[in-house]
């Protein structure tokens, strides 16, 4: 079964550095989703991606963050200066289509740790 | 706005008593999807069932089998025969209906998520 795939699994920064975390979605999968949840709390949306640019985002999703699909094929999420509140699991997710059957595909998740 | 209730914080079972996670959510949209995922200690999420707004049709699928009523805006998900293995934070979802070149681009809103632990 296909799978998205995230990369690395846990980084750990210093606060004030940047990190770029890594997604390589579904191929033909056509929406692209960042999905944040910080420790022991619920999953929230970030930023959602469709045709090359950004669709949809949160209030959290703020300058500090970006997104980029450079080369078709890898999703990655850039975090400038990184805080110590950006200690979170990060979810991609992609999605094939609208019509319902086309279901939501989550990546394993990468922990990020900031000290 | 979307908002989506799970009431239950903690639950504790012990392995083959039958478990109920309770789902509230508000939408103003018509046209709506709901999920429910499980996140095991490992971390990662794990889709689980997935009904669309328009089809309030109860199904069972093996141990699991989910409730919902659009007149209460609910959607309730039961564990049957639960077992050690079914502990785990598990997490309801709402998604707009995904209108590309409009206004929704189909992001899931979820719960606060409830611990499910199955005492063998």
């Known amino acids: ?115 | 706005a979307q908002k989506v209730t799970q009431a239950q914080t903690e639950i504790s079972v012990v392995e083959k008593e039958d478990v109920t996670l309770d789902c509230v959510y508000e939408t103003r949209d018509t046209t709506y999807y709901l999920f429910w995922y499980k996140q095991p200690p490992s971390g990662e999420l794990v889709f689980l069932i997935r009904r669309n707004s328009f089809d309030e049709q109860n199904e069972i699928s093996g141990r699991y089998s989910w409730n919902f009523q659009k007149s209460t805006s609910s959607f309730n998900f039961t564990i049957t025969a639960s077992q050690v293995v079914d502990s785990a934070v598990y997490f309801c979802a709402l998604s707009p209906r995904t209108n590309a070149g409009g206004t929704s681009y189909g992001k899931l809103t979820f719960g606060q998520g409830t611990i499910l632990t199955v005492h063998p």
């Open chain 1, 1 to 115: 079964e296909p799978e998205v795939t995230q990369t690395p699994s846990h980084q750990v920064t210093q606060m004030g550095q940047e990190v770029i975390l890594r997604c390589v979605p579904i191929s033909n999968h056509l929406y692209f989703y960042w999905y944040r949840q910080i420790l022991g709390q619920k999953v929230e949306f970030l930023v959602s991606f469709y045709n090359n640019e950004i669709s949809e985002k949160s209030e959290i999703f703020d300058d500090q963050f970006s997104v980029e699909r450079p080369d078709g094929s890898n999703f990655t999420l850039k975090i400038r200066s990184t805080k110590l509140e950006d200690s979170a699991m990060y979810f991609c997710a992609s999605r094939g289509g609208q019509a319902v059957v086309y279901g939501y595909t989550f990546g394993s998740g990468t922990r990020l740790t900031v000290v």
